[in-house]
């Protein structure tokens, strides 16, 4: 292969693992014993076959342009183990001059082509304009119907007060979601089924859900005006109730982009798996979020590891306060397809030679005020830290400014305990002294993701 120094760390791939139980086993064949006919194409793709308990190997190879999977072994995860392992072995180990694909491997990799290549001229077909109009219109009707009901659910709310709530259930909750749903607002759906859930959050409830139900209210009376509001915000109110618009309409920026963080969530009903990269042009400055989503039993397609610096179009839609941007024109302007993402193949996504500039807590706090202006449904705001010391206390952890001037609180994410080793992990990466953190700045408090140490380009990804 070539561009043989730019290849994944170890850490980058086994971020990939759908779970730690993979991530174990992946790590157990990353050395050379059970592999045989190892290699890997120019064009960005790497194969091998493992040795399995049968008498016949496993086929594993990637399309590191996705990252995409194919092995012959029975497992329903992707990347399975052997996937996972061929790319750690491919990590660390040299395999030699670029060659041609092996016939098994070859076919698959030429049926993804053909996808692609279908795929691209399908999106360039014509557009029935006047169809796709009526069918806007008849879903805002839908909606506005929606939301019309909505309210009358929080005027009720309202008029029998807060106190019964934690009696009454999430059911009620639920149906109200479901009918959003059938109203073609999945935004709004989202929003109530948090509004449910907050009853039972412990102490503060009823202050929180009053504010969530104000932030409720003001979105559906936002939907119902929307009309007569400036683009930029009314841009907003369409994507928060479930109408995002399509990059093709916002803004383009080509840059090299620095991935900062990739976080997978799970949806209540364990349904959809949503996989959050955040991305900082090195020249623009300008932070980013790509979103990619996996059906029950798969993670999202799309593995971007943190700490690459990849050339690309990122195309803003419009709202979100100009966070949310899909990727395109990968390595050069008008490029369709991503280029060898997972080690640089052709030399456009490379490991970032330094650690990113960060600012300081008060910095940080107005860029999150600034952004909320933009769109006040905002849960947080990307920020780098930076120096900053992690310091425990007994009402919660906090990043301090290495001055001492100012702090944040750190918010917990996600299982409790799973957050609290991440932020022992950061503890330990400090040692008591300053250190940058990539986190997500929001009204709960500062969420770490990804720190560095001083003079240490390579990034550590928090659990």
Known sequence: MTEQGVRWTAEQVLALAPDDASRKAGAKLGGAGPWSQTGGSASGSVWGLCKGSGSTPYRTVVDLTGPAYKCSCPSRKFPCKHALGLLLLWAAEDFGEPGEAPDWAGAWLTERAAKAARSATKATGPVDEEAAKRRAERRAARISAGVTELERRLADLLRGGLAGQQQAGYAAWEETAARMVDAQAPGLAARVRELGTIPSCGPGWPARMLEEGALLHLLNRGWLGVAGLPEPLAATVRSRVGLPGTAAEGEVVRDRWLVLAMRDSVSPDGRLTTRRIWLRGLGS???????????????????????????????????????????????????????????????????????????????????????????????????????????????????????????????????????????????????????????????????????????????????
């Open 285 to 463: 400055g300008r932070p980013a979020l790509v979103l990619d989503f996996g059906p029950p039993g798969r993670p999202p397609s799309l593995a971007l590891p943190v700490g690459l610096v990849l050339e690309a179009e990122a195309r803003f839609r419009p709202g979100s306060a100009g966070l949310r941007a899909d990727l395109g024109g990968w390595g050069h302007p008008g490029a369709a397809a991503p280029p060898a993402v997972a080690g640089g193949v052709h030399g456009r996504a490379v490991p970032c030679p330094e650690v990113p500039a960060g600012v300081s807590t008060g910095a940080a706090l107005e860029a999150y005020g600034a952004a909320l202006r933009e769109d006040p449904w905002l849960d947080s705001w990307p920020v780098v830290l930076g120096p900053v010391v992690p310091i425990p206390g007994e009402l919660g952890w906090q990043l301090a400014d290495a001055e001492g001037t100012s702090a944040l609180p750190v918010a917990l994410s996600g299982s409790g305990n799973r957050s609290r080793s991440g932020l022992w992990q950061l503890a330990a990466l400090s040692g008591g002294g300053p250190v940058t953190v990539f986190g997500e700045c929001g009204h709960r408090g500062f969420t770490p993701l990804t720190a560095w140490q001083p003079g240490c380009p390579e990034p550590v990804v928090l659990v």
